[in-house]
């Protein structure tokens, strides 16, 4: 059983989902449609990701009230109109009439919040969209857009897992009653390898990324991994029936490391932790096509 949250918004959250980011065609068909036969709701996609008709074929035929899809608006639409009409382009290549979480992608502080906020009340209440919220914003964002929102931002979704310890952030949205997801949940594999968390593991009888997964979960935190094994699709969803020890869960806060796997091209909006390498060589061309923009890349995820 996948625990839920209960968001803001009043709607109920999968606290695990399936990341799609660099799933295209039939690799993400496959891997959507396995996660869904082993009882994930919960998927993750957005419009960058380029994949929405192939997450829209996973999920045809399935009960639609019994799935939670969560995407997200592409940081050059935020005005109120652009809004509108990228969340209208979503609904149609998703195939389906609502979309249960809508998140900015990324802030643009070139772009009013306040027209983006906006245009998410309108979604609401035109019932295009369940709850909404943000991805990728700091204290001071998440601030600004809570004063123009008419609506109750529902989570935050930022870079997380224990390379990545973002505590203070999350006592910030704790506080201001957002929840929080985790993208990159396993630190794109980089975790995995870590001593503290394969010896935890050991000790429990479980693999480092459902350590990971658990740690996360524990601390109230969603989670999407992304997977296109249905050997590890399965088994990060084995992390709601047992528990870390408060001892664990002090000792993998405590590992200490602090490092950032996603860095995007665009350098307007300010990062923690160390740069990590550009990954633009694994993006399949026809989504470096769709998000280029002289010839400059201006996404990472
Ligand atoms: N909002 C944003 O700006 C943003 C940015 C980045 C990502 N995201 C979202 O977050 C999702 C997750 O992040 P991510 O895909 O970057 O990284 P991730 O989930 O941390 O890592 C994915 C990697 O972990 C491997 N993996 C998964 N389960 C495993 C297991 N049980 N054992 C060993 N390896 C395992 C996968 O390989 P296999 O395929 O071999 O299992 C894959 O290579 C994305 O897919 C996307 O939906 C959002």
Not at 43 to 49: G, K, P, R
Not at 184 to 194: K, Q
């Given at each position: 059983?996948?625990?839920?949250?209960?968001?803001?918004?009043?709607?109920?959250?999968?606290?695990?989902?399936?990341?799609?980011?660099?799933?295209?065609?039939?690799?993400?068909?496959?891997?959507?449609?396995?996660?869904?036969?082993?009882?994930?709701?919960?998927?993750?996609?957005?419009?960058?990701?380029?994949?929405?008709?192939?997450?829209?074929?996973?999920?045809?035929?399935?009960?639609?009230?019994?799935?939670?899809?969560?995407?997200?608006?592409?940081?050059?639409?935020?005005?109120?109109?652009?809004?509108?009409?990228?969340?209208?382009?979503?609904?149609?290549?998703?195939?389906?009439?609502?979309?249960?979480?809508?998140?900015?992608?990324?802030?643009?502080?070139?772009?009013?919040?306040?027209?983006?906020?906006?245009?998410?009340?309108?979604?609401?209440?035109?019932?295009?969209?369940?709850?909404?919220?943000?991805?990728?914003?700091?204290?001071?964002?998440?601030?600004?857009?809570?004063?123009?929102?008419?609506?109750?931002?529902?989570?935050?979704?930022?870079?997380?897992?224990?390379?990545?310890?973002?505590?203070?952030?999350?006592?910030?949205?704790?506080?201001?009653?957002?929840?929080?997801?985790?993208?990159?949940?396993?630190?794109?594999?980089?975790?995995?390898?870590?001593?503290?968390?394969?010896?935890?593991?050991?000790?429990?009888?479980?693999?480092?990324?459902?350590?990971?997964?658990?740690?996360?979960?524990?601390?109230?935190?969603?989670?999407?991994?992304?997977?296109?094994?249905?050997?590890?699709?399965?088994?990060?969803?084995?992390?709601?029936?047992?528990?870390?020890?408060?001892?664990?869960?002090?000792?993998?806060?405590?590992?200490?490391?602090?490092?950032?796997?996603?860095?995007?091209?665009?350098?307007?909006?300010?990062?923690?932790?160390?740069i990590p390498k550009p990954i633009f060589s694994r993006i399949p061309?026809?989504?470096?096509?769709?998000?280029?923009?002289?010839?400059?890349?201006?996404?990472?995820?």
């Amino acid at each position: 059983m996948i625990d839920t949250l209960k968001l803001a918004s009043g709607h109920k959250m999968p606290m695990l989902g399936l990341g799609t980011w660099m799933l295209t065609g039939r690799q993400c068909e496959e891997s959507v449609k396995a996660a869904i036969e082993y009882g994930y709701t919960h998927i993750d996609t957005a419009e960058l990701y380029g994949n929405h008709r192939e997450v829209g074929k996973a999920i045809k035929g399935h009960d639609r009230s019994k799935l939670f899809i969560t995407s997200k608006l592409w940081r050059t639409d935020l005005t109120y109109r652009d809004a509108l009409k990228a969340c209208d382009r979503s609904l149609k290549e998703l195939g389906t009439d609502y979309i249960d979480l809508y998140l900015i992608h990324w802030p643009n502080d070139k772009l009013p919040i306040k027209d983006t906020m906006r245009a998410f009340k309108y979604l609401i209440d035109e019932e295009k969209v369940r709850s909404v919220g943000l991805s990728n914003f700091d204290e001071t964002r998440i601030n600004d857009a809570m004063k123009f929102s008419k609506v109750p931002l529902s989570t935050n979704q930022v870079e997380f897992h224990p390379h990545l310890y973002q505590r203070k952030l999350l006592q910030y949205c704790n506080k201001r009653g957002i929840s929080m997801t985790a993208y990159c949940p396993l630190a794109r594999g980089e975790v995995l390898h870590d001593p503290v968390v394969r010896d935890i593991a050991e000790k429990n009888g479980k693999v480092p990324a459902q350590v990971c997964l658990r740690w996360l979960v524990q601390h109230g935190i969603v989670v999407i991994p992304k997977s296109t094994n249905p050997d590890h699709i399965k088994s990060n969803m084995d992390i709601f029936d047992w528990k870390l020890t408060d001892q664990e869960m002090t000792r993998i806060d405590g590992i200490g490391t602090y490092e950032r796997q996603v860095n995007p091209a665009f350098k307007d909006i300010p990062l923690i932790g160390p740069i990590p390498k550009p990954i633009f060589s694994r993006i399949p061309n026809f989504v470096k096509r769709r998000y280029t923009k002289n010839g400059k890349f201006f996404s990472d995820g």
